[in-house]
């Protein structure tokens, strides 16, 4: 029954600063478990498998990440749970939770784009380009806002302070996410527009590269080309 999900993932695959991340939180997991520090065990494991699970994911659904987008996966989930919550990032530093903010919402933006993109092929002539990168932002603000929505229901009903400053910690990350998402929509929008072969459109390029199968009309050349 679970022989599908059995799948192989090799360590030289992936990036050097992957491999560090998950042999730090790993350590920080074993030597929890033997100070007794049964909370700070749990996001360390947590940690650890938010990491991981994208990357067996992947394997299993046969899309090939490439090692920077693995790499980014693993820095975001360490530097949220384990740097954020257990070693208290968030208090020593006011402009940890802009950082993790904005890093997350340019991140999905970036996969809303490439989720339409797939839809469509890699075809980039099929629909206008700004519609394209139009959707990526929508994703990733979508994304930002039932977070808020979790955050707000784990303190009402658990009595968690997520949000911390309330009202105000809530609308500073609804701007940083709508501004981190622009530039992750920016950023297809100027892959499709082939202006921009480097930073984020590069990422780009390189996951559609990467993933022929899912990008098969890629290649198509323009209408007004044809003969």
Known sequence: MFSGL???MKLSDQAYLTLAIW????????VAVYEAQWNLAFVALATLALGV????????V????????????????????LLGEVYGFYDRFWWWDILMHGGSAIGFGLIGFLVVFTM???????????????????????????W?????????IFGFNMQRSGLMDTMLDMIVNVCGATLGALAGF??????????????IADF????????????????????
């Open 6 to 8: 059995c799948v192989t």
């Open 23 to 30: 042999g730090v939180t790993a350590i920080a997991f074993f």
């Open 53 to 60: 699970i994208p990357t067996l994911l992947a394997e299993y």
């Open 62 to 81: 046969r899309i090939v990440v490439p090692r920077a987008f693995q790499a980014a996966i693993a820095l975001f989930v360490f530097a949220t749970l």
């Open 120 to 146: 469509f092929q890699g075809d980039r002539y099929t629909a206008p380009h700004w519609a394209l990168a139009f959707f990526g932002f929508c994703f990733a603000v979508a994304i930002g806002s039932i």
């Open 148 to 156: 808020e929505i979790f955050e707000f229901a784990m303190d009402q």
């Open 190 to 203: 100027f892959y499709l527009k082939g202006r921009d072969k480097s930073g984020l459109s590069a990422a």
């Open 208 to 227: 559609v590269a990467r993933n022929p199968r899912l990008f098969g009309r890629a290649k198509r050349p323009r209408r007004t080309d044809r003969k």
